[in-house]
């Protein structure tokens, strides 16, 4: 591990110290524990944002295929 120099508010820090306190572990846990979660967060959030950005990006160029699913499934089983 590396250690850096951050700076919290005095609130953060009791915060973490409280958190750290009731868990008994290092408040450097709890801090890289948050840091963690929030990129675990972030990248759900891009890869939600990826999926819904790619909805009505493919066209099939057949304008009743829901309404025709089964009949295409079926002609393309041959």
Do not use: C, N
């Amino acid at each position: 591990m590396r250690r850096v120099q951050i700076q919290f508010t005095d609130e953060q820090i009791r915060a973490l110290r409280i958190r750290a306190d009731g868990s008994r572990r290092p408040l450097a846990a709890i801090v890289r524990d948050a840091v963690d979660a929030w990129f675990a967060a972030d990248d759900h959030r891009l890869q939600r944002d990826r999926a819904l950005a790619s909805i009505g990006g493919f066209h099939s160029g057949l304008g009743d295929l829901a309404e025709r699913h089964d009949e295409f499934v079926d002609e393309a089983d041959g």
